[in-house]
């Protein structure tokens, strides 16, 4: 089975990381995994775009064509992106506005405000993120996500990442989908 | 799996040059390429290597030059831009019989383009931008495992034919992670450049009996000789005389015209009994890949061939599996190279049907499919 991901929002948030250690935990539960990307030439700000494809079998074609999933961590990415989805779900930070144009099925989680409030850092935020992806898609178990993540964050950074992560998988519980 | 890895393929392509003996590097960073530079700065010195930020492209493909004419494994990065600033000493390795290697990431062009952006506009320039008739090789990798595979390679040929060999990847391929397992470090071939075993008598561009390719000597050995962009006969001295150019050119060319069949590399799949055939390369084959598997999966008898060497273009292999098909049809990134060299190959054989993209954005599977299965571009 393929499930494609699309992780999307500013340059900086570290999405690119999230889609990261999501495909390194797939290959750690011995499936296929793709991670590609698109970027613009700014380090910082900008539209940022990550994708990750993870499946059973080969996978040919390394993008995303119709995501399961969609995170939107900014107004920018759920306008940009939510439009073009399909059969599969959007993940939007609930700080982002919803729109009606659209359609797919929606839910709001609060991932930027859990890395700011309870965390006490937004910039765990990415990793909160990814602990929402894994519990809503349960693609990969948390023992297997937490393992990536130490293999993946700077020394000095893995309690915080791995409670980051726990915070985000009790998110993704708490989800109305 | 045990030692499976998610790798990038610009990571792949350094630490396959670095599994081909690679010692020295000198270039200039430019984006999509820059991880290799970063990765060579990196491992280089912890091995004795050396690692040199240059200032600008013609310097560093100098450099590499230089080093490799003092019996280094030298490479350079680089993407369009700074490709085209290399292309004069591309010629003057080919003329000197230096062997060295250059990982051109692509990148939207002309000029500096759309730098984040993926195309694959270089196939032509890869094989004729400097001047002049002029030996050099040129391999395409068409996912991760192949940036490493493709990058061995690329020293084996350099080392052994004592050209320049360019891998032609693009900012997909080298951006994309994947899941990757790696050959065993001793289970991989390695060349090294055949080497005189005496100074006395040593003529630095005599044709070894054995393959055509000089031996060659490392400065620095007690070795003596002179080495020029102009023609030079087998002492190395520079020569006007017409027989010697004639000979030496002709000589030059032969030698990977006649390696072609040993080099020979692709991929196929479902070709051998196809009507519509796809013949891609590199990303845009990762595509055609998905759209033959889908028109497979509808009774559509399509197949795809994927040239891994690009230069020599391994036509004989196209032609067989050409030879059955109705259709051929050709999607790149660009507006119509490889279509050039298919069109020649199979000239008489079925139409060739070019599908050109340069919005930076790599081919959907169902962009192509649609070709295949009649609908019109």
């Known amino acids: 089975m393929r499930t494609e991901f699309r992780l999307s929002g500013s340059g900086g948030q570290g999405l690119l990381l999230a889609g990261i250690v999501l495909a390194e935990a797939a290959i750690i539960e011995d499936k296929n995994a793709v991670q590609t990307q698109s970027y613009g030439p700014e380090a910082r700000g900008g539209a940022s775009k990550a994708e990750v494809v993870i499946s059973d079998t080969d996978i040919d074609y390394p993008k995303a064509t119709d995501p399961d999933f969609l995170l939107a961590l900014t107004a920018e990415a759920y306008k940009s992106y939510g439009p073009c989805m399909g059969k599969g779900l959007i993940i939007v930070d609930s700080s982002v506005p919803l729109s009606d144009d659209i359609k797919a099925r929606t839910v709001s989680v609060p991932i930027l405000k859990t890395a700011s409030d309870d965390l006490g850092k937004k910039v765990v935020a990415n990793i909160v993120a990814l602990g929402v992806l894994g519990g809503i898609s349960g693609v990969v178990s948390l023992p297997t996500m937490e393992l990536a993540v130490k293999n993946r964050v700077p020394k000095g950074t893995e309690d915080l990442n791995l409670s980051a992560l726990r915070k985000g998988f009790e998110l993704a519980k708490s989800a109305k989908i | ?377």
Not at chain 2, 140 to 159: Q, R, S
Not at chain 2, 206 to 220: C, H, K, S, T, Y
């Open chain 2, 1 to 377: 799996m045990p030692n499976a890895k998610l790798m990038q393929g610009n990571e792949a392509c350094t630490l396959g040059a670095l599994a081909a003996g690679l010692d020295f590097y000198a270039g200039y960073p430019i984006t999509p390429s820059t991880e290799i530079a970063e990765l060579c700065a990196e491992e280089l010195p912890k091995i004795g290597g050396k690692f040199i930020q240059m200032e600008d492209e013609i310097g560093s493909i100098a450099a590499i030059i230089g080093a490799s004419l003092t019996g280094r494994k030298t490479m350079t990065a680089t993407s369009g831009p700074g490709f085209s600033l290399m292309q004069e000493n591309i010629g003057y390795a080919g003329i000197t019989e230096v062997p060295i290697v250059i990982i051109n990431v692509q990148r939207v062009g002309p000029s500096t383009g759309q730098p984040t952006s993926l195309a694959q506009g270089d196939v032509m320039q890869a094989r004729w931008g400097t001047h002049g008739d002029h030996p050099v090789v040129v391999l395409a990798p068409g996912n991760v495992k192949e940036c490493f595979e493709l990058t061995v390679k690329a020293f084996n040929i350099a080392e052994d034919l004592r050209v320049p060999v360019i891998v032609l990847t693009d900012e997909v391929i080298g951006h994309m992670r994947e899941k990757v397992v790696l050959p065993e470090p001793g289970s991989l071939k390695i060349s090294k450049r055949k080497a005189p075993t005496n100074p006395a008598g040593y003529k630095p561009y005599e044709a070894d009996l054995d393959g055509g390719v000089p031996l060659m000597a490392a400065f620095g050995q007690g070795y003596r000789y002179h080495v020029t962009g102009l023609f030079h006969d087998e002492t190395g001295f520079p020569s006007n005389k017409s027989d010697v150019t004639d000979r030496m050119l002709r000589r030059l060319m032969r030698k990977v015209e006649k390696a072609e069949p040993q080099m020979r590399d692709y991929f196929e799949e479902s070709a051998h009994d196809c009507e519509i055939l796809v013949v891609a390369f590199g990303s845009s084959a990762m595509s055609s890949l998905s759209a033959v598997r889908q028109a497979r999966a509808q009774g559509i008898k399509a197949g795809l061939f994927r040239p891994k060497t690009i230069w020599p273009f391994p036509e004989e292999t196209l032609r067989a599996y050409a030879a059955k098909a109705k259709r051929v049809i050709v999607p790149e990134m660009n507006l119509g190279q490889i279509a050039l060299e298919v069109e020649r190959v199979i000239r008489n054989g079925a139409p060739v049907e070019r599908l050109g993209k340069v919005n930076g954005e790599l081919f959907k599977p169902e962009e192509i499919l649609s070709v295949i299965m009649g609908g019109k571009q």
